[in-house]
């Protein structure tokens, strides 16, 4: 069985650094792209970065985009987002999506929730 | 950035009475190895997203045969011809074809 397990989040202030963890097991993770998606509290969804299976390609929403780091340890099974330079629009549920865009089959973790605020 | 427009974004439905969400995107979704990537996902409450369909009207994995999608270029629709009371939640449209992915602003369907 498929599972994405995330942790890391947490009550962090405006500029502040959180790193967020998904642990991955039930599958070859190596052979999979992996993504964070985000969403605000009683808000709609965004995805916010994406990796290759090599972690060589990496994409981001302009939102983030030199702040966050997405990241990942093949032989630990394990997916990260290093945020940093923390905004009060940061607060959100983060997810670990197993795929991308285009994934055959789509996996999502329970989330975990970052809050930013003074 | 691709804007999906959904509609309407809440719609209230009477058990076992057909409902149908709309979704528009900005660009056309068609990718250039020929296939359009829009895929519809639901969040019931308090559960993470699910995928439903994807490239338009594949059903995934499990899914009720009662839910169907269609479109194409920029329109396209998801059906669920009988609702249940377990089909409530917020239902997203989510194109993958243009980086970053984007996703409707969600349409919330509920009993009646």
């Known amino acids: 069985e498929v599972q994405l397990v995330e942790s890391g989040g947490g009550l962090d202030q405006p500029g502040g650094s959180l790193r967020l963890s998904c642990t991955a097991s039930?599958?070859?993770?190596?052979?999979?792209?992996m993504s964070w998606v985000r969403q605000a509290p009683g808000k709609g969804l965004e995805w916010v970065a994406e990796?290759?299976?090599?972690?060589?390609?990496?994409s981001y929403v302009d939102s983030v985009r030199g702040r966050f780091t997405i990241s990942r340890d093949n032989a630990k099974n394990s997916l990260y987002l290093q945020m940093s330079s923390l905004r009060v629009e940061d607060t959100a549920v983060y997810y670990c999506?197993?795929?991308?865009?285009?994934?055959?089959?789509?996996?999502w973790g329970q989330g975990t929730l970052v809050t930013v605020s003074s | 950035d691709v804007v999906m427009t959904q509609s309407p974004l809440s719609l209230p439905v009477t058990l076992g009475q057909p409902a149908s969400i709309s979704c528009r995107s900005s660009?056309?979704?068609?990718?250039?190895?020929?296939?359009?990537?829009l895929n519809w996902f639901q969040q019931r409450p308090g559960q993470s997203p699910r995928r439903l369909i994807y490239k338009v009207s594949n059903r995934d994995s499990g899914v009720p045969d009662r839910f169907s999608g269609s479109g194409s270029g920029t329109d396209f629709t998801l059906k669920i011809s009988r609702v249940e009371a377990e089909d409530v939640g917020v239902y997203y449209c989510m194109q993958g074809t243009h980086w970053p992915w984007t996703f409707g602003q969600g349409t919330k369907v509920e009993i009646k």
């Open positions: 660009q056309s979704l068609v990718e250039s190895d020929g296939n359009t990537y």
């Open positions: 039930g599958f070859t993770f190596s052979r999979f792209w």
């Open positions: 999506q197993r795929g991308g865009g285009r994934p055959a089959e789509d996996h």
């Open positions: 990796l290759s299976q090599d972690g060589s390609e990496k």
